[in-house]
């Protein structure tokens, strides 16, 4: 499975200074387990088009970040994802939205919506964030030793 961290950003092209070197380290650190990749969007628009417009076999798999979703544990993040790959989706997109939170059409396109509490997290700090969780699910799966249940 392909796992795309997606950022709605329309005012640059994405992270910068130590905190895209924290993205660009737990990407790098999950391609060990399955092709993981960051990619921006300018707006939900184009989200929903790429999403729409997706040449896979199985429908590409969306999750949201929002703080009105559901709390979910490490472990928890795990099992979704695993859950996705065991029932043979290719793609699934984790993103981050918009300044001014999820359109009505992303929120019902979702598979889920998940939440890092009830915080607003700066997007790049979600970003970051997301990344490392993502990294984390992927050594729960594995049995490595990163997580060490805490």
């Known amino acids: 499975m392909k796992i795309t961290i997606a950022l709605i950003s329309p005012r640059r092209s994405g992270p910068t200074g130590p905190t895209a ?17 960051q990619r921006i969007f300018p707006t939900q628009a184009a989200l929903l088009t790429f999403l ?8 590409p798999a969306l999750i949201l970040a929002d703080s009105r979703g559901q709390q979910v544990t490490s472990p928890e993040l795990a099992a979704l994802l695993g ?7 290719q793609h699934t997109l984790l993103a981050i939205g918009p300044a001014d939170g ?3 059409a992303a929120l019902a396109r979702a598979d889920r919506t998940i939440a890092f509490g009830r915080i607003t997290l700066p ?3 979600a970003a970051v964030v997301l990344t490392e969780q993502v990294y ?10 990163y997580h060490s249940g805490h």
Do not use: K, M, N, V
């Open 123 to 125: 997007h790049e700090l």
């Open 102 to 104: 999820w359109s009505p």
């Open 21 to 37: 070197a924290l993205i660009e380290t737990f990407l790098e650190r999950c391609q060990r387990f399955t092709p993981t990749a």
């Open 83 to 89: 859950s996705l790959l065991d029932t043979g989706t």
């Open 136 to 145: 984390r699910a992927l050594t729960i799966r594995a049995g490595h030793p």
């Open 52 to 59: 729409a417009d997706a040449t896979t076999r199985t429908r």
